[in-house]
């Protein structure tokens, strides 16, 4: 018999799903040790019954229960609550899990004006009511899962790399220790930084950054913060390459967007940002809005809507 | 007594959904409801974003399909600031979209897919998944798995990043492909081919007979199709019109630029996902299985209804092969699976054309772009059916209106429709098993993804 394990995906993309399928040959070893009693994705185990006539969620008590995407509505409330009841261990797993991730973008605004919208484009028919008939309504806002249920093991990641989740996976299992480190995307990227002072305004990313042909290494490139691109890496915690180390977007010669979230699980992604930016001279008027420093963190209140921002 | 079976969730398919069947007193299907159950509003939070961010927003609609909403948001951009893209980096996205497809039939079949099949319909639910299969099957569970993952990895070498891409930037691609890694693809995706078109082979002799029954009759219902065709009326995937097909086989062609003048979204009151309609049939909507108005499907048995011919020879052999057996336009529900091979089979075929030459490989992927006031509606044929992302930016080109039409939602309407024709064909006199249950969500998970 394998660790029992529980699986949810509550206001998610399935991404995070894919990158478990994702560990390759790698997933036929976890298959082995692992027993899932329920993960929606793969499985057929049903909330109110194999019959499906049931009151209430049941979810079978597990070792450990992995829940991916943010708590947005009613059902995904109720649902965090009996994986919490039911697993030992909680792991919020990826950004939206940890952070709110960006469906958290939707923090800026109030229900009524995202209703408003999706409910008005132009191809769509006017209706007097919206929907609401045997559908969940949703919260007030997108909740990272702390903000609702105590969470024991932080996996961030917009999705978390296949060697973090296969070696959060052999950790929870006990074949070893859980090592996450405290550092940041820039503390593991190769690129050049010379140092401070140079660069005063921020370009968007509309061009190329500089380096010389595409089979330069990355070592040979200068930082993409020092050739004046906004790049979140010194705000936002390392991982994203995986057991290769080097930052995903830094491979392609793209600046990093933070979808680790914060260095510190209370980070703010936007005041780091705007302190290293301030810090090093760069004039924070050159960046063409500020929400989307929050992109993948703006749960915890982090975004709200314009309105509730005044009052507070 | 009437009472309601609650299917929830919806399984093996990726998204939430749930299945509410209402029985009358003698026990028979009153009336059926999918819900779709949550609302993000990716269209209002891009509001005010820098257009050229929004590629790297919008993926996360779909961790199965985040390719195909940045290509498409790309496109949709590069239109907003008027900047025409590089040669080499037209063929670059359309060659990661490409192997986009690829991967993901492979995904759909051997790990949501075949456990109804090779596993049966009636077995029990904790053997009837992906584990289940690999413990009855080990080898070729293990070939499955392998080959999947070397198509994926092309992608992340190519981009970086194969979940939640950053490899489309406004003006282009981020990096060029390296003549090495040309040939390494060439010689991978060579090897895939021949694994579709073994997975194909073996879906036809060894899973589909024996369900042809089931093929016939399962869900089955009579609608129209869209999808996307070249110039020359065959099969496309990244770039080409768009062809909305009537249940009678006549068709309509447009540009995607004015799909809002052909396509229209209902809402109902039992889901939070709209509803979109042919509006240009002028007939209204109705989801009646009898009657349906304005109904019509996407994803691949769409799509190779509504193309004349496929430009590969693989492929075009299976499609006459098909045709001959199912007729044009093919409409039992079941057949998405079949379809789906055929396309696959294509898009590894097409994968290896756009490597042939090794203009792929030219330095130049970037055009520089400034940002300005415009609009732009970028299409791309995402695994699940036509994709639609259209934008206008403001003078600092900063997004200022969205619409979205995201390829599962064609669907939602057909999937009401065939589950309530699959649970009048199953649940009689209030009779309903495990398996009368899971046929029933069958007929969903034949549209996904």
Redesign the interface.
């Known amino acids: 018999m394998g660790v029992k394990v529980a699986e949810e995906w509550l206001n998610a993309c399935s991404g995070c799903e894919i990158s478990v399928v994702d560990l390759g040959e790698r997933l036929l070893k976890v298959l082995e040790l692992v027993d899932f009693v329920h993960i929606p994705v793969l499985m057929d185990h049903k909330y109110f019954g194999q019959l499906g006539d049931g009151k209430h969620i049941e979810i079978p008590e597990a070792e450990v229960g992995i829940i991916s995407g943010s708590i947005r509505n009613e059902e995904h409330l109720e649902i965090a609550h009996e994986m919490r009841k039911k697993c030992k261990i909680i792991v919020g797993f990826g950004t939206c899990a940890t952070h709110g991730g960006i469906p958290a973008l939707a923090n800026s605004y109030t229900n009524e004006e995202i209703f408003q919208r999706y409910y008005s484009t132009e191809t769509t028919d006017r209706v007097e009511n919206l929907p609401s008939e045997g559908i969940p309504p949703l919260l007030d806002s997108v909740y990272a899962l702390d903000e609702k249920i105590k969470v024991d093991v932080y996996l961030p990641g917009c999705p978390p790399h296949p060697d973090q989740v296969f070696n959060a996976l052999a950790a929870l299992l006990g074949i070893m220790p859980l090592s996450l480190a405290d550092k940041s995307v820039c503390d593991q990227c190769p690129t050049i930084r010379e140092g401070k002072g140079q660069v005063k305004q921020l370009r968007r990313f509309l061009q190329s950054p500089q380096y010389n042909g595409p089979d330069e290494p990355l070592d040979k490139m200068r930082c993409l913060l020092e050739q004046g691109f906004l790049c979140m890496g010194a705000v936002t915690k390392a991982g994203c390459g995986g057991d290769k180390i080097t930052p995903r977007c830094i491979t392609a010669r793209v600046p990093c967007r933070g979808c680790y979230g914060p260095v510190q699980q209370d980070g703010n992604q936007l005041l780091a940002m705007l302190n290293a930016l301030a810090s090093n001279g760069i004039d924070i008027k050159s960046l063409p809005e500020y929400a989307s420093l929050l992109r993948f963190s703006g749960a915890h209140g982090m975004l709200r809507p314009e309105r509730k921002r005044k009052e507070a | 007594m009437s009472?309601t079976?609650?299917?929830?969730?919806i399984?093996?398919i990726?998204?939430?959904g749930?299945i509410?069947?209402h029985l009358d007193d003698a026990g028979n299907v009153k009336d059926t409801?999918v819900?779709?159950?949550?609302?993000?509003?990716f269209?209002?939070?891009?509001?005010?974003?820098?257009a050229?961010?929004v590629p790297?927003?919008v993926n996360?609609?779909?961790?199965?399909c985040?390719w195909h909403h940045h290509l498409a948001s790309n496109k949709a951009v590069d239109r907003c600031f008027g900047v025409t893209i590089p040669p080499a980096a037209r063929k670059l996205r359309e060659f990661v979209q490409t192997v986009s497809h690829a991967e993901d039939k492979l995904?759909n079949f051997y790990?949501?897919a075949a456990p109804d099949f090779v596993m049966g319909p009636d077995a029990n639910?904790?053997v009837?998944?992906?584990?289940g299969v690999?413990k009855a099957n080990p080898e070729l569970?293990?070939k499955a798995?392998?080959m999947?993952?070397m198509v994926?990895m092309i992608l992340e070498k190519v981009?970086?990043?194969?979940?939640?891409p950053?490899?489309g930037?406004?003006?282009g691609f981020?990096?060029?492909?390296?003549e090495e890694e040309r040939q390494e693809f060439r010689k991978q995706l060579s090897e895939l081919l021949d694994f579709a078109s073994f997975t194909l082979e073996f879906a036809k002799t060894q899973v589909f007979p024996n369900y042809l029954d089931a093929v016939q009759a399962l869900g089955v219902i009579r609608t129209g199709f869209l999808g996307t065709v070249d110039e020359d009326g065959n099969l496309a995937l990244y770039e080409g019109k768009l062809r909305l097909m009537k249940a009678d086989g006549t068709f309509t062609d447009f540009s995607t630029q004015d799909?809002?003048d052909y396509?229209?979204?209902?809402?109902?009151?039992?889901?939070?996902g709209?509803f979109?309609y042919a509006?240009c049939w002028g007939e209204g909507?109705s989801l009646d299985i009898d009657h349906p108005k304005g109904i019509y499907r996407a994803n691949c048995l769409a799509r190779i209804n509504v193309a004349d011919r496929i430009a590969t020879p693989r492929a075009q052999a299976e499609l006459e092969e098909f045709r001959a057996a199912f007729g044009r336009p093919a409409q039992a529900t079941l057949l998405y699976h079949w379809a789906r091979l055929i396309e696959d089979v294509y898009a590894y075929e097409h994968a290896l054309e756009l490597l042939e030459e090794s203009d792929i490989c030219d330095?130049n992927?970037?055009t520089?772009?400034?940002?300005r006031a415009g609009r732009g509606v970028g299409c791309v044929e995402a695994p699940r059916g036509t994709l639609i992302h259209d934008y206008s930016t403001d003078d600092?080109?900063?997004i200022s209106r969205a619409?979205l039409?995201v390829g599962t939602t064609h669907n939602l309407g057909p999937i009401n429709m065939s589950v309530n024709q699959a649970a009048k064909l199953l649940i009689r006199e209030g009779k309903?098993?495990?398996g009368i249950?899971?046929k029933i969500?069958m007929s969903v998970r034949a549209y996904d993804p």
């Open positions: 009472k079976i609650h299917i929830a969730p399984t093996r990726e998204g939430h749930s509410a069947i409801k819900h779709y159950m949550s609302l993000r509003g269209e209002k939070f891009i509001e005010g974003k820098p050229e961010e790297r927003i996360r609609i779909c961790g199965i985040p995904l790990f949501l639910y904790e009837r998944n992906v584990i690999a569970a293990a798995v392998r999947r993952y994926k981009g970086g990043k194969a979940i939640h950053h490899a930037v406004v003006g981020c990096r060029a492909l390296l799909y809002a396509l229209g979204e209902a809402v109902v009151p039992y889901s939070y709209k979109p509006r909507f330095p992927v970037r520089p772009a400034e940002p600092n080109g900063l619409n039409i309903v098993d495990e249950l899971n969500e």
